[in-house]
């Protein structure tokens, strides 16, 4: 089974203030604050990446956290982006249920 790639949804405008993440999602014109741990999250998904990819990147930051809770929050976090819109999710180079 090939591991799902996560990536930014182009048309999401991104502005930063002073070290805060806001998005606006085109469709709804909906306004995101991003957190800085989120934001951290959007960052990476500059390039396509893996949620396993992405849930060690966080544990090497946060080794105390532990890597179940730092794996099923980066899940929760990346479902949230792709049902806000907000980012996509790949298979094979292809946006998922396109």
Same mark, same amino acid.
């Not at 002073?18 to 990476?44: G, I």
């Given at each position: 089974?090939?591991?799902?790639?996560?990536?930014?949804?182009?048309?999401?405008?991104?502005?930063?203030?002073?070290?805060?993440?806001?998005?606006?999602?085109?469709?709804?014109?909906?306004?995101?604050?991003?957190?800085?741990?989120?934001? =951290?999250?959007?960052? *990476?998904? !500059?390039?396509?990446?893996?949620?396993?990819?992405? %849930?060690?990147?966080? $544990?090497?930051?946060?080794?105390?956290?532990?890597?179940?809770?730092?794996?099923?929050?980066?899940?929760? =976090?990346?479902?949230? *982006?792709? !049902?806000?819109?907000?980012?996509?999710?790949?298979? %094979?180079?292809?946006? $998922?249920?396109?």
């Amino acid at each position: 089974m090939v591991e799902s790639r996560l990536v930014r949804n182009p048309a999401v405008s991104e502005t930063v203030v002073d070290d805060e993440t806001f998005l606006v999602e085109p469709a709804s014109q909906e306004v995101f604050y991003l957190d800085p741990v989120t934001s =951290a999250l959007w960052r *990476l998904l !500059a390039e396509p990446r893996s949620e396993t990819e992405l %849930s060690a990147l966080f $544990a090497a930051a946060f080794p105390d956290a532990g890597s179940d809770r730092i794996g099923r929050d980066i899940a929760a =976090a990346t479902d949230e *982006l792709v !049902a806000r819109g907000l980012a996509l999710r790949l298979i %094979s180079n292809e946006v $998922a249920g396109i």
